[in-house]
């Protein structure tokens, strides 16, 4: 008895746990920049009292056997040890002595806080039906009291835009990769990499770090940019009303496009129904216009939520748009989104302007790109 206890002394405890956040392992983050995430660690530990006798029958050796295998390394070994305890003891928390959750805590967060998912490969987009360059890859480490070396073993998975679908271990250097297969559609979202938790021990409380997590650009560009397409988007004044003499944004989307090679491309006035907004009455009259020589139907609104001078005198312009595209061939539609974005200038117009051709002329022409 009296050795058990010196050993379990010797085992770091926090006093307290920082606030954290209480899901365990990371969401589905859809960005697309490049971000290799290390769980932040609470601070340095102090010495971890002697458990009480109403610790659970069983628990000081596994506890021990979860420190021994973390002090070592053995991450793979480690998470079962974690998920016994978390399934045998976590369901009745209330029961359970604080001393015993903390030194849970105290164990996960040392495991936890010193593991990262380095980038090792995040090929650039492709178009569909072709491959990507690289596999999408990471390599997962351990920073302890020997230094940083790789993780073996572990199961990871990845997931596309929120869906699970690849699980690997990591090999003896730490590294996933997946090659997903050759794209059969368009896409911009994102590749998560992380480490596996089975869907019971998702919850925890807090003061648990989470387990890191990669995030990815995943894009696609569509291959479908000879479709015969028509435009036609209404823009509004600062006043609500439509702006029936001419078609700024529409104008400022068309260019672009036809730069990224989309050709057999026009646009068309359907300002009536457009500011209606009686979507059935604008397929019908875009249907009756074109008849069986348009395929694709770009529509939509943009729309000015403010129009004001800041304290320091700059003029900032604050637009909606609300675009949609249409499969005439298929019935349906193919996309829809809503785009907002603020720009500033010397003058109203000057930041009106400028906030159409940027909203238009660059973040509609990529949600169209890796949409269609």
Not at 247 to 268: C, D, E, W
Not at 289 to 307: A, D, H, M, N, P
Not at 330 to 354: C, F, K, P, Q, Y
């Amino acid at each position: 008895m009296f050795r058990s206890i010196l050993i379990i002394m010797a085992i770091g405890i926090f006093s307290s746990c920082a606030a954290l956040p209480s899901r365990f392992g990371s969401g589905a983050s859809e960005q697309d920049d490049v971000r290799p995430q290390r769980a932040t660690a609470p601070a340095k530990p102090g010495g971890r009292s002697a458990p009480s006798d109403s610790w659970p029958e069983g628990s000081r050796k596994e506890v021990h056997a979860l420190d021994e295998a973390i002090s070592e390394g053995r991450i793979s070994a480690a998470l079962p040890v974690f998920f016994q305890l978390h399934e045998r003891y976590f369901s009745r928390l209330e029961s359970v002595p604080a001393d015993f959750q903390a030194a849970l805590a105290s164990s996960w967060n040392r495991m936890a806080g010193g593991l990262t998912l380095e980038t090792m490969s995040a090929p650039a987009e492709t178009r569909v039906g072709k491959n990507f360059s690289s596999p999408f890859s990471v390599r997962l480490v351990f920073e302890g009291t020997d230094g940083i070396k790789p993780v073996a073993g572990v199961e990871c998975i990845v997931s596309v835009g929120g869906e699970t679908v690849w699980k690997q271990l990591s090999d003896q250097d730490g590294v996933v990769s997946f090659v997903p297969p050759t794209p059969e559609r368009s896409a911009n979202t994102s590749v998560s990499l992380t480490i596996f938790v089975p869907e019971q021990f998702q919850s925890l409380p807090q003061g648990f770090t989470p387990l890191p997590e990669t995030v990815l650009p995943y894009r696609v560009a569509t291959a479908a940019r000879s479709v015969v397409t028509t435009i036609s988007v209404l823009d509004f004044d600062r006043n609500g009303r439509p702006i029936t003499s001419g078609n700024p944004s529409a104008t400022y989307l068309l260019k672009p496009l036809v730069q990224h090679g989309f050709s057999r491309i026009g646009m068309a006035d359907f300002q009536k129904e457009l500011a209606a907004g009686d979507e059935q009455a604008l397929l019908k009259a875009a249907k009756a216009l074109f008849g069986s020589s348009v395929q694709r139907f770009i529509y939509g609104t943009v729309k000015i939520e403010s129009l004001e001078k800041n304290a320091e005198g700059v003029w900032e312009a604050a637009l909606v748009c609300t675009l949609s595209a249409w499969n005439f061939a298929a019935g349906e539609r193919i996309m829809s989104t809503e785009v907002r974005h603020r720009h500033s200038g010397n003058s109203e117009w000057a930041a009106l302007d400028a906030a159409r051709k940027t909203l238009a002329g660059d973040l509609l022409v990529t949600e169209l790109i890796f949409s269609l």
